[in-house]
C-alpha cells in the first residue's frame, strides 16, 4: 500500500484536548498515526476505510472515431469516476445511449447495444446505417456524456473471385 502524508490541521480546545480535521485524497485504506512530541497517544494507528463516493462523471470513449465505416459496428467504452477519480461500477439499466444519425439520413437511427464489464464499465456499439457525423449521447442518472463519430466511407469489400492471394 503506497504511503501518502496527508495534512491534519489541529486546534488546541484549551482544555487539554485537540481537535482534528483531514480530507482523505482516494478511497483506499488509511492509518491514522497519533503522537504528541513523538510519543504515541491512544490506540494508534487506527486504520480505516474510505469508501468510494457514487460517480460524479462519465466518460465516452470510442476508436476510430474519425473514420468509420457504414455496417461495421463502432464500439464505445462507458466509465463513471467518483470524486476521487476512482473507477465506479456502471448498473447497465440505469444507463441511457442514443445515436443522433446525420440529418440527411434523420430515419437511419442506428440502434446502440450495451453490455457490462468486469470492471465497472459498459460497453457498447452501434452499426452506423448512413455516410455522415453521428452525435452519441449517454447518460447515467443525472451525468452526461457525448462524442461525434464521422462514418466517412463504405467498407471495403473483396470480391474472392477477383482477390489473388500473395503468397
Not at 64 to 91: C, K, M, Q
Request: proline share 10%.
Amino acid at each position: 500500500m503506497p504511503t501518502e502524508l496527508v495534512p491534519v490541521a489541529l486546534v488546541d480546545l484549551g482544555d487539554g484536548t485537540y481537535e482534528g480535521n483531514f480530507t482523505p485524497t482516494s478511497a483506499a485504506g488509511h492509518c491514522l498515526g497519533l503522537t504528541i512530541d513523538g510519543i504515541a497517544v491512544g490506540p494508534t494507528p487506527f486504520h480505516f476505510k474510505v469508501e468510494p463516493s457514487e460517480p460524479v462523471s462519465i466518460s465516452l470513449e470510442g476508436q476510430n472515431l474519425r473514420e468509420s465505416f457504414r455496417h461495421l459496428p463502432v464500439p464505445l467504452l462507458v466509465t463513471a469516476l467518483d470524486a476521487f477519480g476512482n473507477t465506479r461500477p456502471i448498473n447497465r439499466r440505469m444507463l441511457t445511449a442514443k445515436v443522433r444519425p446525420p440529418l440527411s439520413d434523420s430515419k437511419k437511427v442506428p440502434v446502440v447495444a450495451a453490455w457490462e464489464l468486469k470492471d465497472g464499465s459498459v460497453a457498447c456499439e452501434f452499426v452506423p446505417l448512413a455516410l455522415g457525423r453521428h452525435q452519441v449521447q449517454v447518460t447515467y442518472g443525472p451525468l452526461a456524456a457525448e462524442l461525434v463519430c464521422i462514418v466517412q466511407v463504405e467498407p471495403q469489400i473483396i470480391n474472392p473471385s477477383t482477390h489473388q492471394q500473395r503468397g
